[in-house]
């Protein structure tokens, strides 16, 4: 393809996991770009905009989880990027009992989650709103991609990282069977295995908020509708309003994540909140999002190696699904497909 860029590495995908993996492979001197479908980047790392503050409608704060969440959480308070969150977390069991959890350090951004993936991808070629939906190996030498729009991107990449989750990946790996992508690799990805989230992000008078006071956010368990509400304002300034970010349990977004609309969801999960937040059924504005693979169900055992091939160009699949469900899982295994590709470049592809 005439005037196409030619990289080191394309990478699908700008979560945690794709951007890890393209700033590590960055700093080591290859070049490294990345196509993302959304307008944002982060993936889960989600912070929506409203009124004059935000609220983070995905990861709901940072804790230390392992070695590079210790890292991350370091280099980001270094950057007065993040802060210490101490408002009370309380559990509600069955019987309605509330119990306050045990203080652990917990981190938010003032300015919203996606400010973590923001500093992650400084300095990376990031290519936004361009879906794939198709992968080719040109003459076992150079990937091509193309996007929804049915035209082929001025891209080439000698390696590819597909950093999304499982069930997006399959589509674009299958027609490389054919073309020497070891089976062994489509039917580990086929494995992986995701749950449904449907997340509400709902704004309220700040007097609303007198009689939630004892809260700043709540973790139902057992619950058949809500497994996590948060009062956002505990996290942020909010002059004048309160917002509240509410997940739902997978069984009940099960039902509706194929909804053309979730205005009915969203209701039935104020309603519920409202036994704990009186007044929360009746928001100023409600504002809904759908997290088809919202939460990876951890493999057992987890993926070591990640699955990848070297025919018929190499290809790592990467993202928090290969190593468990959370943040640390998310930045390691980007680290670890970054890792794997390296030695491949350096070696020639033996």
């Known amino acids: 393809m005439q005037n196409s860029k030619w990289v080191d590495v394309a990478i699908v995908g700008a979560g ?16 490294v770009a990345i196509l993302e479908k959304s307008r944002g980047l ?47 977390i309380w559990t ?37 709103q361009q879906r794939v939906v198709e992968i080719k190996s040109i003459d076992a030498q150079t ?8 035209e082929a991107l001025p891209l080439q990449a000698r390696s590819l990282v597909l950093a999304i989750p499982a069930p997006q990946a399959v589509p674009l790996l299958e027609p490389l069977v054919a073309k020497g992508l070891p089976t062994a690799v489509l039917e580990t990805v086929r494995k992986a295995m ?51 970010v509410l997940h739902s349990t997978p069984a009940f977004a099960t039902q509706y994540i194929d909804a053309p609309t979730l205005e009915t ?13 009186p007044g929360m059924e009746k928001p100023q504005q409600l504002q809904l999002h759908r997290w088809r693979y919202g939460f990876a169900r951890s493999p057992d055992p987890m993926l070591e ?9 190499p290809l790592v699949i990467t993202g928090d699904w290969c190593r468990g469900s959370n943040l640390e899982s998310a930045v390691e295994a ?17």
């Not at 990937?143 to 049915?150: A, K, Q």
């Not at 007097?207 to 139902?220: C, N, S, T």
């Not at 980007?334 to 033996?350: I, K, P, T, Y």
Request: with cysteine; hydrophobic share 40%; proline share 8%.
């Open 265 to 277: 969801a969203g209701r039935a999960m104020l309603q519920a909140g409202a036994a704990w937040f």
């Open 143 to 150: 990937w091509e991609f193309t996007t929804d729009s049915g």
């Open 42 to 88: 982060g993936g889960r790392v989600a912070t929506r905009r409203l009124m004059a503050t935000c609220a983070d409608h995905g990861a709901k704060f940072v804790e230390p989880q392992g070695e590079q969440t210790q890292q991350l959480i370091q280099q980001l308070c270094d950057r007065q990027l993040l802060q210490p969150w101490t408002a009370p």
């Open 194 to 244: 995701f749950d449904p989230c449907i997340t509400a992000i709902a704004t309220y008078p700040a007097e609303q908020a007198a009689a939630w006071h004892r809260v700043g956010a709540l973790q139902p368990l057992q619950h058949p509708v809500l497994r996590w509400v948060s009062r956002e304002s505990q996290k942020r300034s909010m002059p004048g309003h309160e917002v509240c």
């Open 92 to 128: 509600v069991d069955a019987a309605g009992t509330l119990t306050p959890t045990e203080p652990t350090p917990r981190y938010v951004a003032p300015e919203g989650m996606t400010a973590i993936a923001k500093v992650l991808a400084e300095g990376l070629d990031i290519r936004r």
């Open 305 to 313: 190696p990640l699955p990848h091939a070297k025919t018929p160009i």
């Open 16 to 31: 945690l996991a794709g951007i890890t993996c393209g700033q590590t492979l960055r700093q080591s001197g290859y070049t």
């Open 334 to 350: 980007g680290v670890r497909a970054a890792s794997l590709l390296e030695q491949w470049l350096n070696s020639g592809h033996d």
